[in-house]
């Protein structure tokens, strides 16, 4: 399986400063994704990061607030900008193999204050 | 888009009993149905999926099962132990080659009881 490294796994930001979010991979993987999990809730995907073009956001999402970028296929960013306290969520990086599994980097759990 | 959903939202059982968890999706053209365990501060593990060429798999104490024509797919989970306490989501995809976007259910918490 991939081994998914994430950073930061977690930071306290004040309201109207921006994050990064980092993801790397050990090996190449095709399909990257972000998605949010918010306090008790299920996991919702937020975009595909693609290599090499522009995000693909899915409806609620858009790239001014998240905007993702892809430069190669083993790192992916997500910056969460001019953050509010409804921000605060646990952001996820995942990656698709061509066997069709689905692993999840360790989460960056993020409080806006 | 994709709307999957999942039942119950909690569920409690005696260690040693079995746990059943169900979930519904709404688009027909969905082939690719995992299940996830998140404990508490951890990511979510895959611990067993199912296409929708395939009925019914196991793995140990685990088993899914899918019913395409009723669109819907379930958890059994036998033998329970008190390290099955998560919380337990499904996800369906409409998966085409290493895109495998995911659609989830809104979780069910699995308490076993000793």
């Known amino acids: 399986s991939a081994v998914i490294s994430q950073k930061p796994s977690r930071d306290i930001c004040q309201r109207g400063t921006s994050l990064t979010i980092q993801c790397q991979v050990d090996s190449q993987v095709t399909m990257m994704f972000w998605y949010r999990q918010q306090p008790g809730q299920s996991l919702t995907l937020i975009a595909t990061?693609?290599?090499?073009?522009?995000?693909?956001?899915e409806s609620g999402f858009v790239i001014d607030k998240f905007p993702i970028s892809r430069p190669n296929l083993t790192f992916s960013t997500l910056t969460v900008s001019n953050m509010s306290p409804e921000d605060s969520s646990i952001y996820l990086c995942?990656?698709?193999?061509?066997?069709?599994?689905?692993?999840f980097g360790q989460g960056t759990r993020l409080t806006v204050v | 888009g994709e709307n999957v959903e999942q039942h119950p939202s909690t569920l409690s059982v005696q260690e040693g009993d079995s746990a059943v968890i169900k979930c519904t999706y709404s688009d027909s053209a969905s082939n690719y149905f995992p299940w996830y365990k998140q404990e508490l501060g951890k990511r979510p593990q895959l611990i067993i999926d199912i296409r929708s060429n395939v009925g019914e798999k196991k793995d140990q104490r685990i088993a899914v099962t899918l019913n395409k024509t009723a669109k819907h797919f379930s958890l059994h989970i036998t033998e329970t132990q008190p390290e099955d306490s998560a919380v337990y989501f499904c996800?369906?995809?409409?998966?085409?080659?290493?895109?495998?976007?995911?659609?989830f259910g809104a979780g069910t918490t699995v308490t076993v009881r000793a």
């Open positions: 995942s990656v698709s193999s061509g066997t069709s599994f689905t692993f």
């Open positions: 996800a369906a995809s409409k998966s085409s080659y290493n895109d495998y976007k995911l659609s």
């Open positions: 990061a693609n290599q090499g073009s522009e995000a693909t956001y």
